[in-house]
């Protein structure tokens, strides 16, 4: 399968450019090849005099693509609306479903995916009636890969779609759909943890990309291929293509990349226990995240000028109807009539204008709410990311000063190091969700428990965990994980002594109510009362009874009444 893969990405890159030729293609392969400039000075060039209108559509719609990727946004849909305005002039339905799949992957980009994923509604209304030639049809298959893969995140779903896209893009020797068909394939794998399988297709992704001279998708496999790096533990070989990625999106001027590369770097020198450079390379991550969030803030004007504009128009045009029908009528009618006309035309008018003058006044005060509404969310974005920094400064300078403490002191360094890595865990897990108020118990106290993973190895614990999968309130969330940190530390230090058969049993139940069920087989606990201060704080807080039995080693457990809606 890999030989077979290599063969035909060495195929297609031979194939001759002869099937495009024309001026929209060659404006596509400087965008490919990152000549933004470039190809900017080119369209505006054919724009001023296009050989027809299908022409003119396709030059908008490359530069609103050239300025999506300088992170110009409010330009680029500024050519995104020239262009659909042409379009539903000349009721072209083919080209009309491709600026929609355009339009989805714009949206994408900037991580709306409910939004991308209207647009390939739209699109795929379009498909049912209408004839889609196979390289539209391709780049289409390929968005809805992407949107399974970022946004439902349905693995099977995200083959099928990416399998449709490279079967298309082979027949016609589209590279970039072949491309991000086959990046697709390979994020499937990284997210089943084949992470060997995942760096062969990145590999082979960023040779023929470098064949092709394809800059922008040599970019995108590069960030694919150094995330998965990191997460198989190859920090080395991580380092050494996280520095090369970044001097390549240094050398094309790609603010976002040089974000993405910045942060593996950093991430690398952690791992490696290089502290000093590691805070280095965080430094330029913040940097590099406020000159791009001064460029994002404006993201909700292009939105805001979609819809007023066309809701502007539709009411200008009623307007213009209606007075069109009372100039008829006004000609046609004797003198009676006419009054009668004259009357209903003032009084259309009257009511029109009351009608915009509403309207103005309800448009004013819904774009100043929006206006708040973004600037709210931009502020809590930056919120998030200053806090999630800042918990990693700590974790980053904890996990420091351990390699310089003493045995003895070391376990209490450890004990606060697991408390904030709780915190920064749930921090984390509530910044990913849309919903703030919840969070899955499953992923958070799996998380907690990875936390812990180099403590019970070094004291050969063996642990089971099962967690039922739910999600509860934030606060609740919060308490549960400190509880279970401050249990399994409790264990660790208290529990085992030189006992060799070591273990900790966890599971949480789900059943209208949460049953919390922590265990261990220490010796040292049997037949003594221990109420442990932290613990029983805790529970006070949640308003929970809790039960411990030393009978037979340690067992804690609890109930707790929570609505899961």
């Keep these: 399968m890999k030989y077979l893969l290599i063969s035909i990405l060495y195929f297609i890159s031979?194939?001759?450019?002869?099937?495009?030729?024309?001026?929209?293609?060659?404006?596509?392969?400087?965008?490919?090849?990152?000549?933004?400039?470039?190809?900017?000075?080119?369209?505006?060039?054919?724009?001023?005099?296009?050989?027809?209108?299908?022409?003119?559509?396709?030059?908008?719609?490359?530069?609103a693509e050239i300025y999506k990727l300088q992170l110009d946004f409010n330009t680029a849909n500024n050519f995104y609306l020239k262009a659909y305005k042409k379009i539903k002039s000349s009721?072209?339905?083919?080209?009309?479903?491709?600026?929609?799949?355009?339009?989805?992957?714009?949206?994408?980009?900037?991580?709306?995916?409910?939004?991308?994923?209207?647009?390939?509604?739209?699109?795929?209304?379009?498909?049912?009636?209408?004839?889609?030639?196979?390289?539209m049809l391709s780049k289409y298959y390929g968005r809805k890969a992407a949107l399974f893969s970022e946004y439902f995140r349905i693995p099977d779903s995200t083959l099928f779609y990416a399998d449709k896209a490279l079967q298309l893009a082979k027949k016609r020797d589209d590279k970039d759909v072949v491309f991000y068909s086959t990046l697709e394939i390979s994020g499937v794998y990284e997210e089943r943890k084949q992470y060997d399988k995942a760096i062969d297709y990145l590999q082979e992704l960023i040779v023929f990309s470098i064949a092709n001279n394809l800059v922008q998708q040599q970019a995108?496999?590069?960030?694919?291929?150094?995330?998965?790096?990191?997460?198989?533990?190859?920090?080395?070989?991580?380092?050494?293509?996280?520095?090369?990625?970044?001097?390549?999106?240094?050398?094309?001027?790609?603010?976002?990349?040089?974000?993405l590369f910045t942060d593996n770097v950093r991430n690398c020198y952690e791992k490696l226990g290089?502290?000093?450079?590691?805070?280095?390379?965080?430094?330029?991550?913040?940097?590099?995240?406020?000159?791009?969030?001064?460029?994002?803030?404006?993201?909700?004007?292009?939105?805001?000028?979609?819809?007023?504009?066309?809701?502007?128009?539709?009411?200008?045009?009623?307007?213009?109807?209606?007075?069109?029908?009372?100039?008829?009528?006004?000609?046609?009618?004797?003198?009676?009539?006419?009054?009668?006309?004259?009357?209903?035309f003032v009084f259309s008018i009257t009511v029109v204008l009351l009608f915009v003058y509403f309207l103005r006044r309800s448009r004013k005060s819904n774009k100043q709410l929006q206006i708040l509404s973004q600037e709210n969310e931009f502020l809590l974005s930056e919120a998030n990311h200053r806090i999630n920094n800042n918990l990693q400064l700590v974790i980053i300078l904890i996990s420091d000063q351990l390699k310089k403490t003493s045995d003895q002191e070391r376990f209490q360094l450890k004990n606060i190091l697991t408390k904030v890595e709780a915190i920064s865990t749930l921090h984390r897990h509530l910044y990913k969700n849309e919903d703030k108020r919840k969070v899955d118990i499953n992923g958070y106290l799996n998380d907690v428990k990875t936390s812990f993973f180099?403590?019970?190895?070094?004291?050969?614990?063996?642990?089971?965990?099962?967690?039922?999968?739910?999600?509860?309130?934030?606060?609740?969330?919060?308490?549960?994980?400190?509880?279970?940190?401050?249990?399994?530390?409790?264990?660790?230090?208290?529990?085992?002594n030189n006992q060799e058969d070591k273990e900790i049993n966890f599971e949480i139940k789900y059943n209208d109510r949460l049953f919390f069920v922590y265990s261990d087989n220490g010796l040292t606990t049997i037949n003594t009362i221990i109420k442990p201060k932290l613990i029983d704080k805790i529970c006070r807080q949640l308003e929970m009874e809790y039960t411990i039995n030393t009978a037979d080693g340690f067992s804690f457990s609890v109930v707790k009444e929570i609505e899961n809606d």
């Design 91 to 135: 009721n072209n339905k083919p080209i009309a479903f491709f600026y929609h799949v355009k339009k989805a992957e714009f949206y994408r980009k900037r991580t709306l995916y409910r939004q991308a994923s209207s647009q390939l509604d739209k699109a795929e209304v379009i498909l049912k009636n209408t004839k889609i030639d196979d390289a």
């Design 454 to 496: 180099d403590v019970f190895k070094e004291n050969d614990i063996q642990v089971n965990f099962k967690i039922a999968s739910v999600e509860i309130p934030t606060d609740y969330a919060m308490y549960f994980g400190l509880l279970l940190t401050e249990l399994c530390i409790n264990s660790i230090k208290y529990a085992f």
């Design 274 to 344: 290089n502290i000093e450079k590691a805070y280095e390379y965080l430094e330029t991550r913040l940097k590099l995240t406020d000159i791009y969030y001064k460029k994002e803030h404006n993201e909700f004007l292009f939105e805001l000028e979609e819809k007023y504009d066309l809701a502007a128009k539709e009411s200008q045009i009623k307007i213009n109807n209606l007075e069109i029908l009372n100039q008829k009528r006004a000609l046609a009618s004797n003198k009676v009539k006419l009054y009668v006309a004259t009357g209903l």
């Design 220 to 259: 995108d496999a590069y960030v694919n291929y150094t995330r998965i790096l990191i997460k198989d533990k190859q920090f080395e070989t991580g380092l050494k293509e996280s520095m090369q990625a970044l001097k390549l999106a240094k050398g094309n001027n790609s603010l976002f990349n040089e974000i």
């Design 14 to 63: 031979q194939v001759s450019f002869s099937q495009s030729d024309n001026i929209v293609d060659f404006g596509q392969k400087l965008i490919y090849e990152n000549k933004l400039d470039q190809a900017i000075k080119y369209y505006d060039q054919h724009l001023l005099e296009p050989s027809n209108k299908e022409q003119e559509i396709y030059l908008l719609l490359g530069l």
